[in-house]
Each structure stands twice: as structure tokens, then as C-alpha cells.
């Protein structure tokens, strides 16, 4: 297990770290699994012996009962692991039990404090945007929140690349502590967060980690072209993630994952993982399982070497079209590429030269 810098901070996590969405099962989360406090001391045990450092959750997984059994799976190996939460996300029927005001943000945390039977959270992320409480009123709240002990650090998940930008510079503006992570969507499947997200992550120091990167189960090798995906796995059960602009394409990358998989005799489940956590900027992948064997084999997947045929072949079948202002430059001979996008410009020139264009 290889360990990296949380953003420009001095905490070192895993790069692999274990979800706990299928945690608890309650309300629309029963389709996720239903993980109770055995079973998931147990998965901590299994993640922690194999290196694994940080467990992320949430307020809204199973409204409330993830954390719950978090809290009690964890027992004393919580002062020896990292623990991240999320809020924002609506956790009532009350207009204010949702967002990122500090009225919502400060009764969040103190209820997943409690919940999660600790006096603080290390890292507590901002679960997603929100467009109408002002960006300096969500950090004033999260300055109140680390100053009180309660935070350590936070970071965000799912903003886009401006919204970070906005919170980083209210941040910067205010002399107040910045965010210092995102959390994104990002598979071979999809792989949008190479146009803007990654390349900002990269310019900013910021840390980045991966939710959902086997596609929400879609990517397991259980979704194949003309069969009929299993009852009980998460797509069986009409999950409604993720969104696949292009399911042709989605089934020749599951497809591509179960061929490099034969060869090295493992899951396409666990080459998808190990393709992901050396991508550029990619601090941390998390990983979850319903049972001990999917976690398992999933851990894996950081003994995982990929070859130089494996990459290509995986790089073929999941690369993207350049956008604009991308195609512009690469194809106007733009030269003073910024670092921290010349990964991704270098895939587009590829892509470009192939074509012809």
C-alpha cells in the first residue's frame, strides 16, 4: 500500500480507503447492500491489516445509519485511522435540513459526531454544491468548525472546476482554512474529469479521491453485452447511477477490463481499480464491497502491475474526444502547455493525430 500527501497538508492517506455506502441499507440505500456492524468490523479489520488508513462516509448514506455502524465498527481503531464524512445533502422534510448554510452545517456535524461516536471528523467534505447559500458563509462555518476542534480538514465533492475555484478564492481572500480535497466521479467509463477537474487539482495542490470508480457495480463484469445483469448487484436493482451517454461504448470497456483481466488472471473489477489509483492526480480510490470477498479482492488490486499493453489497450478503448479550447491548441501548435494539464493534452494530441485531424 502506497501512501500520499492529502493535498498541501502533512497527512498521509492510503491510496486505496474504504466507502461505506453499502452500509446499513436503509431507505433507497437498500439497493446498495446492507452491511451491518459485524460484517463491517470485519471489512475494517481485512482493510486496515492491508494498509488502509481512512474510511469515508456520510450523513446521507442510509440517512444516519452508516455512520452509526461506522461508530461502532471502528471501536478503539479510531484514534489510529482517519475518518471523513460528508454533509449538504437533505437529511429532513425541514427547508433547512439541507445545504451548506452554517445553520445546516454546524447541526450536521455535531449529529454525525455523535452518531459516529467521536469528538471530531478529520476530513469533512461539503457533499455538493450549493447555489444558494454564498460560498463565504459555507466557509465561515467550516472556519467555526475547525477552529472548535470538531474539523480537522475539509474538501469538497462534486463541484465543478469553477466552484472550486470560487471557494478557494473566498478561502484565500478571507484568511480562511481552505479546502484541501475534492471528491469526484471517475472511471475508465468516465472519464470527464480529465478536462477540467484533474488538471485544477493538479495547478491547486489539491487532493484528489475517487468515488464510485467501478461504475457504481457497473464495471464489475457483471453488466455484459446481451445478458441480463444479475438481481441483487447494485445494477440489478435499477441503481439509478451511472449515467452512460454511450452503453456500445460502456460494454467495449467492460469488455476491454475482463480481457486484461484473463491475462493476469484477476477480476476486471480489480484492473479498473489498479488503472485508476496511478492516474495523474489521483491521490486515493475508495473501494467498498457488499461482502468480505468483494472487499478482498478489490485490496488487491495495489499488487496489480499493469503492462505497457495493458495501458495502451485500456487507453483505446476508454480515451476521450478533445474539447475546446483543447483541440484548439493542440491543433493551432500551442506551445507553453501548463503542467498540470500536459497529461491530458498529450492523450488529445494522440487522439488527434490518429484521426488525421
Not at 8 to 21: A, H, I, M
Not at 105 to 132: F, M, P, V
Not at 209 to 215: A, C, K, R, S
Not at 306 to 323: G, S
Request: negative net charge; proline residues 5%.
Amino acid at each position: 500500500m502506497k501512501y500520499r500527501a492529502l493535498g498541501n497538508t502533512g497527512l498521509l492517506v492510503s491510496e486505496l480507503v474504504v466507502g461505506t455506502v453499502p452500509f446499513g441499507g436503509r431507505g433507497a440505500f437498500e439497493k446498495t447492500g446492507s452491511v451491518d456492524v459485524d460484517l463491517a468490523r470485519r471489512q475494517f479489520d481485512l482493510a486496515f491489516e492491508a494498509g488502509v488508513n481512512l474510511v469515508d462516509t456520510a450523513d446521507l448514506y442510509s440517512h444516519g445509519l452508516a455512520e452509526e455502524i461506522v461508530g461502532k465498527a471502528l471501536g478503539a481503531k479510531r484514534q489510529s485511522i482517519i475518518l471523513a464524512s460528508k454533509a449538504r445533502s437533505p437529511m429532513g422534510d425541514n427547508p433547512n435540513d439541507s445545504g451548506a448554510s452554517r445553520y445546516h452545517l454546524i447541526r450536521a456535524c455535531e449529529a454525525s459526531l455523535k452518531r459516529l461516536g467521536t469528538d471530531h471528523i478529520d476530513l469533512y467534505q461539503i457533499h455538493n454544491w450549493d447555489g444558494i447559500t454564498p460560498v463565504e458563509e459555507t466557509l465561515a462555518a467550516l472556519e467555526h468548525l475547525v477552529q472548535s476542534g470538531k474539523v480537522r480538514y475539509f474538501g469538497t465533492s462534486n463541484y465543478t472546476a469553477w466552484q472550486m475555484m470560487k471557494t478557494l478564492g473566498s478561502a484565500r481572500l478571507n484568511g480562511w482554512q481552505q479546502p484541501v480535497s475534492q471528491q469526484i466521479y471517475y472511471t475508465p467509463e468516465a472519464r470527464e474529469a480529465e478536462y477540467e477537474l484533474l488538471p485544477m487539482a493538479l495547478d491547486q495542490g489539491l487532493a484528489t479521491l475517487v468515488w464510485g470508480p467501478l461504475g457504481e457495480g457497473l464495471l464489475t463484469g457483471k453488466v455484459r453485452r446481451g445478458q441480463q445483469t444479475p438481481p441483487g448487484t447494485r445494477q440489478g436493482n435499477n441503481w439509478p447511477e451511472p449515467y452512460v451517454h454511450d452503453r456500445e461504448r460502456a460494454y467495449d470497456i467492460i469488455e476491454t477490463l475482463i480481457e486484461v483481466g484473463q491475462r493476469h488472471g484477476c477480476s476486471p473489477a480489480r484492473v479498473c481499480l489498479a488503472w485508476l489509483k496511478d492516474r495523474p492526480g489521483i491521490t486515493s480510490v475508495i473501494t467498498a464491497g457488499r461482502s468480505l470477498e468483494q472487499l478482498q479482492d478489490n485490496l488487491q488490486a495495489v499488487d496489480l502491475v499493469l503492462t505497457a499493453e495493458d495501458l495502451a489497450q485500456i487507453e483505446q478503448a476508454t480515451r476521450i474526444a478533445p474539447q475546446y479550447p483543447y483541440w484548439h491548441r493542440i491543433a493551432a501548435e500551442m506551445d507553453r502547455i501548463d503542467p498540470a494539464e500536459a497529461p491530458f493534452i498529450a492523450l488529445y494530441r494522440e487522439t488527434m493525430k490518429q484521426r488525421g485531424e
